[in-house]
């Protein structure tokens, strides 16, 4: 089994390749270091936290840190997304609501899944 197989990791991917492209298409130039870089570099943080948390998956512990550090990358790309709005930087609202969509339905499964591990480990 590998990370890849983990529906969170596969949202994360996803996700994480449609931001990118978000930030270089639909954002006004003066964005792409700005928030642009900041959602960029969270979402992918979201992505990365699962792999190395899934690759130190034989310690719970260290395997729900880097799970719950994820979900907080989670938040953290929410709330640009969420600037990168109210800032009228990104003005195309069916893009947005689709990614902000996505985003939470992700966040609700990483919390989930968290839950998942923080069980068995207390069962064993």
Known sequence: MS?????IWQMART?????????????PRFELH????????????M?????????????????IKYLVYAQS???ETRDHLKVLWETGSLKNEPLYLDLLERIEHLGRKINLFTQSVERSHRTK
């Open 47 to 63: 992505r990365s936290n699962i792999v190395e948390g899934y690759g130190r998956r034989r310690y719970k512990a260290d395997f």
């Open 15 to 27: 996700l994480s390749v449609d931001v990118h492209r978000m930030t270089l298409a639909d954002l």
């Open 3 to 7: 990370y890849e197989t983990l529906e």
């Open 73 to 75: 990358e989670c938040d």
């Open 34 to 45: 700005e928030e642009g870089g900041q959602i960029r570099r969270s979402v992918k943080s």
